[in-house]
């Protein structure tokens, strides 16, 4: 509730450094920020929960309690909330016997009355209350029965167990994607600070107040918004869960793949999770300049169907014979990666002016919703315009489609976007559907050809704001004869690319500022293109 | 007991309700060409040098605070009395406001004139409905007798006041969770830095003063500052209004000098204390440390006095306890109190004081072990100085005074528990169906 308009300022890479003395051992910090991050970046982590870089400070927890020598004294005070100031004396737990005892009091605190049914919990594993209690708690347990639980949670849901304490709101259906568990609940804040400053709609709110807060939705309202699924990842504890991971996963069992996703041209910075050769959620990867620590549920529910539906391989022979001597359209769709572009620029070049390369989608271009969508369904749109590859001339291909004996679509659903434009296509003899999927194309092809998706193939794509990120490959293919589009491609051009990175090389031929460039110097956070054309 | 000029509590029992009345007795008379002659920094010079303090309970002087608030920021000056009275033992501004109302409104357009304010609010506690139906009769009156509104007696000077009725937390008496509340949010202190006197009520400048405070204005403007000054401790000037209840013959509202001895406040004024000898004083209203009977016999009421033995002058609200009661008794019906008014912001606060009460509830119930009162004060000891506002030391305080003054109180309750002396039982949980 206090100051939510006081959104955290993070440092940069061009903060001003100045001096300040952390157990009176001076050393160089951001200037323009607040002790955490400060000391965060000098590798000292403060345990919090209430704090998030991306939401408004509300400085409820008390957990990251450091000591300041002001004018009245050492003082406790809360790193998230407190300015670094040049000269600031500061004392953690290393030198702070205070600071260790504050800490250990607020977790104390914290677990009073939180359940301790870490077994059933989804959270577990990569809770926050677990991650704070290793690092600041870890102290014998003086509660006792007798001084019981309070229960917190909406009176309506409240039950009494067998054991003649008050329970309830275990399991209370908020939305359609979310339930949360009233009990687990530290009333941290941050899903309703998400919701109203992130999302902009206020459809969570701490009702009640003491020990017998909880987290409610408005009487009769569900909670449903198009980045609702983030409040999960949020918050700190077990409280809030997505119904889709509910009870799939041990969080620790599942491996951690960092990509890029291709729903979408701000191309939102996402891990995927996998275990069993398959995905079973897709979480924010945290990067301050693309989707900070959003993702929308469109893009994270996407997953879902990556394994599904896939179209098998088949040998090349059969695609070389169909496209026989005849005029080639080659369509590139927008999850094309550079590479993929690469190998279609290296296919037109080798079969001369009997090809021609368009690019495009039939889909809507929606607006930019200010969290961590650009709206533009084609997500490498600026790497097409980088390689010199159209990115919106299919209109002019179905105009001139009776000119072309052969189309040859690469990741691109025409028909399935939007059958009625692309039913002018048909009038192409040979329909060859190079696609991860058996998709609507596919279907009306006369040749489909199963690829690997994006989610399972290295490369590269430019978002909208020119900046070049890096997808990895998880190993979730379904199917190990699949190649990635770039290998298939390039190898009907005659002169085939034996891994991703030769195909950047050669990227680097079509477009200068790629040229020179090794994976390896592209950061995680993406690399911003000079002179780029979008 | 001395005869003591009157600052607050002059016009009581006069009908002072009425404008009439009130002018008669003496009221207005500070609205005149004399304060519009003044300029801002003269006046608020003026109460500096009257050392008038903050009545509130934090006892900050006056003049300070008003010297804080920025000038020609393009944004408006509010004005917030706080009426919120909350605290435990603490009854004075409700019978401020419903005995003397214009003297309030009065003080209000001295303090507004030294502010550059337009508007001033009234923050009055929900339950205080005479309070409230006698503030806005007097509003109107006032407005009528056009000593508010647009153009105050002739001169350029517009403004208004405004009663808002809270919903009676006592959180909402913090500044800030008032200043929330009065902006419709939900009554939850703010994060400081911004203080209110920098941004505030709608992110503009605002001063919150108590009741008592702003109705002590028109005498200091009446007289001269140094003779207001005189009256209390070098520190501390003027008047205090003490609310005195529990265990004693008259309890009520009494006007006394600062500095007044507390004997001399229970016996002379108060008529002594009955059913039983003294045991223990609570000075500042509820949330303060008591005092032994020992203690009271030397403490003087005062801001100094009171912190040096390690309890707190408060609101000024005394509470007599004679030796009749359980001192765990009556920190039980503090711990129901505080952990119900807990907003539920911070950590230590919204956890530790229901686990407190709990506690508390299981030693009054007869079920207390050894043990308890030591985890009751290193529990205490998360609580200081750690959360955004005071109210989990206003529990934990005393909790940790009582249990250490009074202890032979605690042992009696928990020797009713003839398994006292045994750990309590550590319930472990055994592989279930889960596993």
């Known amino acids: ?92 737990p290393a030198s702070s016997a205070r600071v260790k005892n504050a800490r250990k009091a607020t977790q104390e605190f914290m677990l009073v009355n939180h359940p301790l049914d870490c077994p059933i919990c989804d959270k577990a594993g990569e809770c926050t209350l677990q991650e704070n209690y290793m690092e600041a708690g870890q102290n014998e347990g003086r509660m006792r029965p007798e001084y019981g639980k309070n229960y917190h949670g909406n009176p309506a849901h409240q039950f009494i167990d067998s054991k003649g304490q008050v329970r309830g709101g275990k399991h209370v259906d908020i939305g359609p994607r979310i339930l949360l568990d009233e009990e687990r609940c530290v009333q941290c804040d941050r899903c309703v600070r998400f919701m109203r400053t992130i999302a902009k709609d206020e459809q969570l709110q701490l009702a009640g107040r003491a020990d017998h807060t909880y987290i409610s939705t408005f009487p009769g309202e569900k909670l449903d918004h198009e980045y609702d699924l983030c409040v999960t990842d949020v918050c700190p504890t077990g409280a809030m869960t997505a119904k889709y991971f509910r009870f799939q996963k041990r969080v620790w069992l599942l491996s951690h793949t960092p990509t890029i996703s291709m729903d979408d041209s701000l191309g939102a910075n996402i891990w995927l999770d996998h275990a069993d050769g398959r995905i079973y959620r897709m979480m924010p990867r945290c990067n301050p300049e693309v989707n900070r620590s959003w993702i929308s549920n469109t893009t994270r529910l996407a997953f879902q169907t990556f394994g599904e539906n896939r179209l098998p391989a088949m040998g090349l022979k059969v695609i070389k014979e169909a496209m026989g001597e005849g005029k080639v359209a080659i369509v590139a769709g927008g999850a094309s990666t550079i590479e993929d572009l690469a190998a279609i620029k290296l296919l037109k070049e080798t079969l001369g002016d009997k090809a021609e390369i368009f690019g495009g989608t039939f889909k809507k271009v929606g607006s930019p919703d200010g969290i961590a969508m650009s709206g533009d369904p084609m997500a490498n749109r600026a790497g097409f315009k980088l390689m010199g590859i159209a990115d919106d001339n299919l209109a002019d291909l179905v105009k001139r489609a009776s000119e072309f004996n052969v189309l040859l679509t690469v990741n691109a659903d025409l028909f399935g976007e939007d059958a009625a434009a692309a039913k002018g296509l048909e009038k192409i003899a040979t329909r060859i559907a190079l696609s991860a999927f058996d998709d609507e194309t596919a279907k009306k092809s006369t040749l489909a050809f199963g690829i690997k998706h994006w989610s399972e193939v290295q490369g590269t794509m430019v978002n909208c704001n020119n900046l070049l990120q890096k997808l990895n490959a998880a190993p979730t293919c379904p199917d190990a004869e699949l190649r990635p589009a770039y290998e298939v491609i390039s190898e009907l051009a005659g002169k085939p690319f034996t891994s991703a990175f030769e195909a950047f090389k050669k990227a680097g031929e079509y477009a200068s500022v790629l040229a020179g460039l090794a994976y390896d110097s592209i950061k995680s956070t993406g690399k911003l293109l000079e002179g780029g054309n979008a | 007991m001395a005869e003591c000029v009157k600052v607050c509590t002059e016009n009581f029992g006069k009908g002072a309700q009425d404008i ?26 003026y109460v500096q040098r009257s050392n008038l303090r903050g009545r509130g309970g934090a006892g900050f002087p006056t003049g ?25 033992g603490t009854f004075k501004d409700h019978f401020l406001m419903l005995e003397d109302p214009h003297r309030l409104i009065e003080g209000l357009i001295i303090a507004a004139w030294a502010l550059g304010s337009r508007a001033a609010y009234i923050y009055c506690r929900g339950e205080f409905l005479p309070c409230i139906e006698s503030l806005n009769k007097a509003l109107n009156q006032a407005y009528a007798a056009g000593y508010l ?18 919903a009676g937390a006592y959180i909402c008496g913090e500044e800030t969770a008032l200043i929330n509340s009065l902006e419709g949010q939900k009554g939850q202190p703010r994060l400081k830095p911004p203080f209110p006197a920098v941004s505030g009520a709608w992110k503009s400048p605002t001063c919150v003063n108590n009741v008592e405070t702003i109705m002590a204005l028109p005498w200091i403007l009446q007289h001269d500052p140094s003779e207001y000054a005189k009256m209390g401790t070098p520190r501390a000037g003027g008047t205090k209004v003490f609310c005195i209840s529990g265990d004693v013959k008259n309890p009520g509202v009494y006007e006394a000098p600062l500095g007044t001895p507390m004997m001399t406040m229970i016996n002379e004024y108060a008529g002594g204390v009955v059913g ?63 952990s119900h008014e807990s907003c539920g912001q911070c950590t230590p606060c919204r956890e530790g004081t229901g686990l407190l009460h709990r506690i508390l509830n299981l030693i009054v119930d007869g079920k207390g072990h050894d043990g308890d009162v030591e985890l009751m004060q290193s529990l205490t000891g998360g609580f200081g100085g750690v959360t955004i506002c005071p109210l989990s030391v206003s529990l934990g305080g005393p ?16 020797a009713k528990n003839p398994d006292h002396a045994k750990p309590r039982v550590q319930e472990t949980y055994r592989p279930g169906i889960f596993w």
């Open chain 2, 399 to 414: 909790v940790a005074s009582y249990s250490t003054k009074f202890r032979a109180d605690f042992d009696e309750y928990i």
């Open chain 2, 64 to 88: 300070m605070k008003w010297s804080f608030v920025p000038r020609g920021t393009g944004k408006p000056v509010y004005i917030v009395v706080n009426a919120d009275e909350g605290e435990g």
């Open chain 2, 149 to 166: 509104g647009e153009n105050i007696c002739g001169t350029k000077f517009c403004f208004d006041i405004f009663v808002h009725r809270g």
């Open chain 2, 276 to 338: 039983g000898k003294l045991k223990a004083v609570l000075p500042g209203g509820s949330s303060c440390a008591p005092l032994t009977a020992e203690e009271a016999a030397v403490a003087t009421m005062d801001y100094e006095c009171l912190a040096s033995m390690k309890t707190m002058f408060g609101s000024g609200a005394m509470i007599v306890i004679n030796d009749t009661h359980n001192m765990v008794d009556l920190l039980n019906v503090l711990g129901n109190f505080y």
């Open chain 2, 20 to 45: 009439e009345v009130y002018k008669k007795l003496g009221g207005y008379a500070n609205i005149s060409e004399r304060l519009f002659n003044m300029s801002q920094f003269e006046l608020i010079d």
């Open chain 1, 1 to 92: 509730m206090s100051n939510f308009y006081n959104m955290p300022k993070l440092p940069t890479e061009n903060s001003p450094k100045v001096e300040i003395f952390v157990d009176d051992k001076a050393v160089m910090v951001p200037g323009d920020t607040n002790l955490l991050e400060a000391l965060k970046a000098v590798g000292i982590e403060t345990p919090h929960v209430c704090y998030h870089p991306y939401l408004p400070v509300s400085g409820n927890c008390r957990q990251c309690l450091v000591e300041q020598e002001g004018p009245r004294g050492r003082m406790l005070v809360i790193a998230c909330y407190t300015p670094v100031a040049p000269g600031m004396k500061i004392y953690t």
